[in-house]
């Protein structure tokens, strides 16, 4: 057997095996199935090598020529059919590849009938050569013009694409340009020019790094890859070595053969055990912290509060993946924008502290909906980004929650197939953990607000009976102090020195007018404390604001604020006067709250009333207090949300204030510029007109 024949042989089995092996990978996958018929090509050209390599005849020479060239024909045709699958643009060019198989077929019924050469002969010792016809040179043009066409399409693609399908891209370029070489290298000898091919044998190498490229890159890291070339050209080295080696020593080529397709059956056997045995000793880390990963998504089960869950989960992926970096980002709607709530960095961080909702990340998680690389999102516009970066989403109840960014391992290994499958289930168990959690805050929410509503009818029911109570001494403390004013003025005013009775009714005078004050917050309390039937009824804001009054200014005064109020009277309104009262105690409860506890001398609340225009009045109580956060101003008035601390109040009071302003037809919202610059709460509210009082 020469050189050439045995380069043949080798092509032939290398083709047969990776070819069947990328196709089982994935039967129905277009790539795997072109990959396919692409290698039984060039096995079938590389079949026909080897054996017209052994012919001694020329007539049996012939025959296998044939069929070799039958093969070259189609590793044109099937490499442009796996060009276009491989680049993605298959469906728009049926047509125009139709044409190229029609023009091949015809070039293999000439081949047939054998119009490409006039004849075969020995050359140089190297096997039986044709004679090329005009009809070869013409195909030999439309070779070449293949070869450049499916190159043209690959740097194509090479600008279409980026991240990974680039790289794979530059794999099968460069294993092609190799392949395509090995093979150009036959067409010397057909024209007589001494020009040995031994570059032949390229051509499993270009096979081998497309199979690379298509199964293996990106989905294990570089010492498995190795480990598992090595294995295969161990095995194969035996399977091909030992036969040829029998056949050299005895001559007996046949016997070699049978005892070559015996070690060839067994061959993927005695390949799939040994690289199993070897991946589970170079795998035994990886495989460790997968089985760590699943047992993080059933610990995280029993996390109930959502900051504890993502804390654990960032220690935890950080402990068992070790990577470079990683960072969670959580939505908030009031920014439209995810922000960094948990990470592990470093000083090559390449992420900002908030991602946009609308931007291509987000987009392409969204999409996507699983764990993805990086490298798979158009217009990043983030071209030094590594491309083994792994984006982990969570979605709750169909939303993207929250998003976890995982940098290249410290190891240097890459994330596998094996890996993406984990934080597949990972994602799924953290999504179902963070609804876990957030049920078990609005039970909590929802406990306090059955609480606070059970303590507050406590203390309305309190509040009337104290009132009451309180009520009927002072009424009687009001008729003694009637009764005496009328006995030391009317009775006893002779006997009273001059100078000591304009003290003396001054002082009677000061305690009736307290009494009566007291009465009147008395008064304002148990109508306050009422069960209202929720019943619109036509009222002055003079009205409410009283009883308002009433009630708040004996904290305002408690505090020493400085209260101003700006009123303009006669506004009429319809609606629910205890209703309106709450209202407005609840905000300016918030702002003594809010001016309390700030460093500034002089605490500050105005209240004003005022007309704008003739169907609508506004409300405003400014404050000088401890502000609101910018991102917070779109929802501070929605359900649970507050600004104060979790142990002071259950973030119902403003949501309920702005219930009761939309259930009287008007609106409500604040303005603040930011933390420590105060707040202004603003109502707008319908004017009840006169002659509408109906």
Same mark, same amino acid.
């Given at each position: 057997?020469t050189?050439?024949g045995?380069?043949?042989l080798?092509n032939?089995?290398?083709?047969?095996?990776?070819g069947?092996?990328?196709?089982?990978?994935?039967?129905?996958?277009?790539?795997?199935?072109?990959?396919?018929?692409l290698?039984?090509s060039?096995a079938?050209?590389?079949?026909?090598?080897?054996?017209?390599?052994?012919?001694?005849?020329e007539?049996?020479?012939?025959?296998?020529?044939?069929?070799?060239?039958?093969g070259?024909?189609?590793?044109?045709?099937?490499?442009?059919?796996?060009?276009?699958?491989?680049?993605?643009?298959?469906?728009?060019?049926?047509?125009?590849?139709g044409?190229?198989?029609f023009?091949?077929?015809?070039?293999?019924?000439?081949?047939?009938?054998?119009?490409?050469?006039?004849?075969?002969?020995?050359r140089y010792?190297?096997?039986?050569?044709?004679?090329?016809?005009?009809?070869?040179?013409?195909?030999? &043009?439309f070779?070449?013009w293949?070869?450049?066409?499916?190159?043209?399409w690959?740097i194509?693609?090479?600008?279409?694409?980026?991240?990974?399908?680039?790289?794979?891209?530059?794999?099968?370029?460069?294993?092609?340009?190799?392949?395509?070489?090995?093979?150009?290298?036959?067409?010397?000898?057909?024209?007589?020019?001494?020009?040995?091919?031994?570059?032949n044998?390229?051509?499993?190498?270009?096979?081998?790094?497309?199979?690379y490229?298509?199964?293996?890159?990106?989905?294990?890291?570089?010492?498995v890859?190795v480990?598992r070339?090595?294995?295969?050209?161990?095995?194969?080295?035996?399977?091909?070595?030992?036969?040829?080696?029998?056949g050299?020593?005895?001559?007996?080529?046949?016997?070699?053969?049978?005892?070559m397709?015996?070690?060839?059956?067994?061959?993927?056997?005695m390949?799939?055990?040994?690289?199993?045995?070897?991946e589970?000793i170079?795998l035994?880390?990886?495989k460790?912290?997968?089985?760590a990963?699943?047992?993080?998504?059933?610990?995280?089960?029993?996390?109930k509060?959502?900051d504890?869950?993502?804390?654990?989960?960032?220690?935890k992926?950080?402990?068992?993946?070790?990577?470079?970096?990683?960072? &969670?980002?959580?939505?908030?709607?009031?920014?439209?924008?995810?922000?960094?709530?948990? &990470?592990?960095?470093?000083?090559?961080?390449?992420?900002?502290?908030?991602?946009?909702?609308?931007s291509?990340m987000?987009s392409?998680?969204y999409?996507i909906?699983?764990p993805?690389?990086?490298d798979?999102?158009?217009?990043?516009?983030?071209?030094?980004?590594?491309?083994?970066?792994?984006?982990?989403?969570?979605?709750?109840?169909?939303?993207?929650?929250?998003?976890?960014?995982?940098?290249p391992?410290?190891?240097?290994?890459?994330?596998?197939?094996?890996?993406?499958?984990?934080?597949?289930?990972?994602?799924?168990?953290?999504?179902?953990?963070?609804?876990?959690?957030?049920?078990?805050?609005?039970?909590?929410?929802?406990?306090?607000?059955?609480?606070?509503?059970?303590?507050?009818?406590?203390?309305?029911?309190?509040?009337?009976?104290?009132?009451?109570? &309180?009520?009927?001494?002072i009424?009687?403390?009001?008729?003694t102090?009637?009764?005496?004013?009328?006995?030391?003025?009317?009775?006893?005013?002779?006997?009273?020195p001059?100078d000591?009775v304009?003290?003396?009714?001054?002082?009677?005078?000061?305690?009736?007018?307290?009494?009566m004050?007291?009465s009147?917050?008395?008064?304002?309390?148990?109508?306050?404390?009422?069960?209202?039937?929720?019943?619109?009824?036509v009222i002055l804001m003079?009205?409410?604001?009283?009883?308002?009054l009433?009630?708040i200014?004996?904290?305002?005064?408690f505090?020493?604020?400085i209260?101003n109020k700006?009123?303009?009277?006669?506004?009429?309104?319809?609606?629910?006067?205890?209703?309106?009262?709450?209202?407005?105690?609840n905000?300016?409860?918030?702002?003594?709250?809010a001016?309390?506890y700030?460093?500034?001398?002089?605490?500050?609340?105005?209240?004003?009333?005022?007309r704008?225009?003739?169907?609508?009045?506004?409300?405003?109580?400014?404050d000088?207090?401890?502000?609101?956060?910018?991102?917070l101003l779109n929802?501070i008035?929605?359900?649970?949300?507050?600004?104060?601390?979790?142990?002071?109040?259950?973030?119902m009071?403003?949501?309920?204030?702005?219930?009761?302003v939309?259930?009287?037809?008007?609106?409500?919202?604040?303005?603040?510029?930011?933390?420590?610059?105060g707040a202004?709460f603003?109502?707008e509210?319908p004017?009840?007109?006169k002659?509408?009082?109906?």
């Amino acid at each position: 057997m020469t050189y050439l024949g045995f380069s043949g042989l080798i092509n032939f089995i290398t083709c047969i095996f990776l070819g069947i092996f990328v196709l089982l990978r994935n039967p129905r996958g277009v790539k795997n199935r072109t990959y396919f018929f692409l290698n039984s090509s060039v096995a079938l050209y590389s079949i026909g090598y080897y054996i017209w390599q052994l012919c001694s005849d020329e007539n049996y020479a012939l025959l296998w020529f044939k069929v070799l060239v039958i093969g070259i024909i189609l590793i044109n045709v099937t490499y442009l059919h796996f060009v276009f699958a491989f680049i993605g643009i298959l469906k728009k060019k049926r047509i125009e590849l139709g044409v190229y198989y029609f023009i091949n077929f015809i070039f293999i019924l000439l081949n047939i009938r054998s119009l490409l050469y006039s004849s075969i002969e020995p050359r140089y010792s190297l096997g039986f050569w044709p004679n090329p016809t005009l009809f070869f040179n013409i195909y030999l &043009i439309f070779w070449f013009w293949q070869c450049l066409y499916g190159f043209m399409w690959l740097i194509k693609g090479l600008k279409l694409f980026s991240g990974i399908k680039r790289e794979q891209i530059k794999y099968f370029t460069f294993a092609a340009i190799i392949g395509f070489v090995g093979g150009a290298t036959n067409w010397p000898m057909w024209y007589r020019i001494y020009f040995p091919p031994y570059l032949n044998i390229l051509i499993s190498v270009y096979i081998g790094l497309v199979a690379y490229a298509i199964v293996k890159y990106r989905l294990m890291d570089i010492t498995v890859a190795v480990t598992r070339a090595g294995i295969f050209i161990v095995v194969y080295t035996v399977v091909l070595g030992l036969p040829f080696l029998f056949g050299f020593k005895t001559g007996l080529w046949i016997l070699a053969m049978v005892f070559m397709a015996v070690l060839a059956t067994m061959a993927p056997f005695m390949y799939n055990h040994f690289r199993h045995r070897a991946e589970n000793i170079l795998l035994e880390k990886q495989k460790k912290y997968q089985k760590a990963l699943r047992e993080l998504a059933n610990e995280m089960s029993q996390i109930k509060v959502l900051d504890e869950l993502l804390k654990s989960v960032v220690e935890k992926v950080e402990e068992i993946v070790n990577p470079q970096y990683i960072g &969670i980002y959580i939505y908030s709607k009031g920014e439209n924008a995810y922000n960094l709530k948990n &990470i592990k960095v470093n000083e090559k961080y390449p992420f900002g502290i908030q991602i946009l909702k609308d931007s291509s990340m987000v987009s392409t998680l969204y999409h996507i909906k699983k764990p993805i690389f990086i490298d798979i999102i158009k217009d990043l516009n983030m071209p030094n980004i590594q491309r083994d970066v792994l984006l982990v989403p969570q979605f709750v109840e169909g939303s993207l929650f929250s998003f976890m960014i995982l940098g290249p391992k410290v190891n240097g290994m890459l994330y596998s197939e094996e890996d993406i499958a984990v934080f597949d289930i990972l994602t799924n168990q953290v999504a179902l953990a963070i609804e876990h959690c957030l049920y078990w805050e609005e039970e909590k929410v929802r406990l306090a607000r059955d609480e606070q509503i059970r303590r507050q009818r406590s203390m309305d029911h309190f509040s009337a009976s104290m009132a009451h109570e &309180i009520d009927n001494p002072i009424f009687a403390v009001q008729c003694t102090v009637r009764s005496l004013k009328k006995t030391l003025f009317e009775e006893f005013q002779s006997i009273i020195p001059e100078d000591k009775v304009g003290y003396l009714e001054n002082k009677v005078n000061s305690i009736s007018k307290n009494l009566m004050r007291i009465s009147k917050m008395i008064k304002a309390v148990r109508e306050f404390s009422k069960q209202t039937t929720g019943e619109f009824e036509v009222i002055l804001m003079d009205q409410i604001v009283e009883t308002y009054l009433s009630i708040i200014e004996p904290q305002i005064k408690f505090d020493s604020i400085i209260f101003n109020k700006d009123i303009e009277p006669n506004i009429l309104i319809r609606g629910n006067k205890i209703h309106l009262e709450e209202a407005l105690i609840n905000l300016t409860t918030n702002a003594i709250h809010a001016v309390k506890y700030n460093n500034k001398a002089n605490k500050k609340i105005d209240l004003k009333i005022f007309r704008n225009g003739s169907d609508k009045f506004l409300i405003k109580i400014i404050d000088n207090g401890y502000g609101i956060k910018k991102d917070l101003l779109n929802d501070i008035f929605l359900d649970f949300v507050t600004t104060k601390a979790s142990t002071e109040v259950t973030g119902m009071g403003l949501a309920r204030v702005r219930k009761i302003v939309e259930n009287h037809g008007g609106r409500i919202w604040v303005e603040s510029e930011g933390e420590n610059k105060g707040a202004t709460f603003i109502l707008e509210m319908p004017i009840m007109k006169k002659d509408n009082k109906k």
